[in-house]
T-cell receptor
Framework: EAEVAQSPRYKITEKSQAVAFWCDPISGHATLYWYRQILGQGPELLVQ????????DSQLPKDRFSAERLKGVDSTLKIQPAELGDSAMYLC?????????????FGPGTRLTVL | AQSVTQLDSQVPVFEEAPVELRCNYS??????LFWYVQYPNQGLQLLLK??????LVKGINGFEAEFNKSQTSFHLRKPSVHISDTAEYFC????????????FGSGTRLSIRP
């Protein structure tokens, strides 16, 4: 069964360091999402891609976060510099196409701890 | 803007007992509604969704939910729970348009006692 892949699964870093997360969506899925899930809360959308284009990054802290999906397939989310408040689970999801009626399939997430 | 409230942060139940997880939403337009489950150290998995049509929606693992427009609710139910249902459950809402994103509730932790 096709799955969304994410790496690493766990990342510990010190504040002011740079970190990067990778996501490989299900093959053929045009839409890719990055979510942040703080402990005890639901996921919050950071950025949404349609193929290689960003369609929503209104909640992405652009002074320190960046995301790219250069060939419209896999994607990288970067934080530079990391802050203590960035400790969270970072989830990637993909769907066949845009539109919330399309089921989003989630990867296992990357748990980030900033010391 | 839409929002979703999950009234219970934790729900403990005994195995084989029925369970209801409550969810209320607010929106000024028609909505799509979702329930997701998250097992420990895993991503989210879609349990069921309401887009239109019948207000009673059946999902995977024996769960069902009922859309109540007058009460703006979308409660999740299961007549008999199993130990394997122990997880975090998230209700989510989206405005009924192709451009709208999904807004998640804060989650309800379901713990099953033997």
């Amino acid at each position: 069964e096709a799955e969304v892949a994410q790496s690493p699964r766990y990342k510990i870093t010190e504040k002011s360091q740079a970190v990067a997360f990778w996501c490989d969506p299900i093959s053929g899925h045009a839409t890719l999402y990055w979510y942040r899930q703080i402990l005890g809360q639901g996921p919050e959308l950071l950025v949404q891609f349609q193929d290689e284009s960003v369609v929503d990054d209104s909640q992405l802290p652009k002074d320190r976060f960046s995301a790219e999906r250069l060939k419209g397939v896999d994607s990288t989310l970067k934080i530079q510099p990391a802050e203590l408040g960035d400790s969270a689970m970072y989830l990637c999801a993909s769907s066949l196409d845009a539109g919330s009626y399309n089921e989003q399939f989630f990867g296992p997430g990357t748990r980030l701890t900033v010391l | 803007a839409q929002s979703v409230t999950q009234l219970d942060s934790q729900v403990p139940v005994f195995e084989e007992a029925p369970v209801e997880l409550r969810c209320n939403y607010s929106s000024s337009v028609s909505v799509y509604l979702f329930w997701y489950v998250q097992y420990p150290n895993q991503g989210l998995q879609l349990l069921l969704k309401y887009l239109s049509g019948s207000t009673l929606v059946k999902g995977i693992n024996g769960f069902e939910a009922e859309f109540n427009k007058s009460q703006t609710s979308f409660h999740l139910r299961k007549p008999s729970v199993h130990i394997s249902d122990t997880a975090e459950y998230f209700c989510a809402v989206s405005e009924g348009s192709s451009a709208s994103k999904i807004i998640f509730g804060s989650g309800t932790r379901l713990s099953i006692r033997p």
